[in-house]
Nanobody, 116 residues
Framework: QVQLVESGGGLVQAGGSLRLSCAAS????????MGWYRQAPGKQRELVAS???????NYADSVKGRFTISRDNTNNTVYLQMNSLKPEDTAVYYC??????????WGQGTQVTVSS
């Protein structure tokens, strides 16, 4: 079955950095578009960044210039490097995989907390 397992979340001070990882299994990783979403308390889940099979990337305006998404097709892993973190980046971060019109898959989420 498909599994997306996130890691790397935690507590960090404002201005700090974290790197999230998402290890995928059960999918043909290299042809999937991979994404990171986040959901803060009381808010809707939102797209943070995505990367296509051709390594085209897309970022939310709020994270452009601070976050970088990348993928390692050899190890079926997608990363989110987060720099210059702000308290408003506090959320549960979810990994997502999708392929065309097929159902998307989600990880269980990892908590990121940025203290001021």
């Amino acid at each position: 079955q498909v599994q997306l397992v996130e890691s790397g979340g935690g507590l960090v001070q404002a201005g700090g950095s974290l790197r999230l990882s998402c290890a995928a299994s059960g999918i043909i990783f290299s042809i999937n578009t991979m994404g990171w979403y986040r959901q803060a308390p009381g808010k809707q889940r939102e797209l943070v960044a995505s990367i296509t099979s051709g390594r085209n990337t897309n970022y939310a305006d709020s994270v452009k210039g601070r976050f970088t998404i990348s993928r390692d097709n050899t190890n079926n892993t997608v990363y989110l490097q987060m720099n210059s973190l702000k308290p408003e980046d506090t959320a549960v971060y979810y990994c997502n995989s999708r392929l065309g019109s097929s159902p998307a898959y989600w990880g269980q989420g990892t908590q990121v907390t940025v203290s001021s």
